[in-house]
């Protein structure tokens, strides 16, 4: 009797999910912060920076597009 395993993902595509996950989570660790001790105070430089402002979302898109990338990819048969 032989065992053929037939699994829906292939291992790359476990690889690729996996990275686009990590890739989201740096992202999003990257939007987190910007607060201020004394609420009177205002940091602009640190809310506005260009971290949080366009390179944390497009992390988090690029993420994403790999994980649906990584889910979508046919297995060579």
């Not at 910007?34 to 390179?55: A, H, M, Q, Y």
């Amino acid at each position: 009797m032989s065992s053929n395993n037939n699994f829906v993902f292939s291992k790359q595509n476990i690889v690729l999910i996996i990275a686009g996950i990590v890739v989201t989570l740096i992202g999003f660790v990257l939007m987190i912060g910007g607060g201020s001790e004394d609420p009177n105070v205002f940091k602009e430089e640190e809310i506005f920076s260009f971290t949080r402002i366009t390179l944390a979302p497009l992390l988090v898109i690029g993420g994403y597009g790999v994980v649906i990338y990584g889910i979508m990819k046919k297995n060579k048969a």
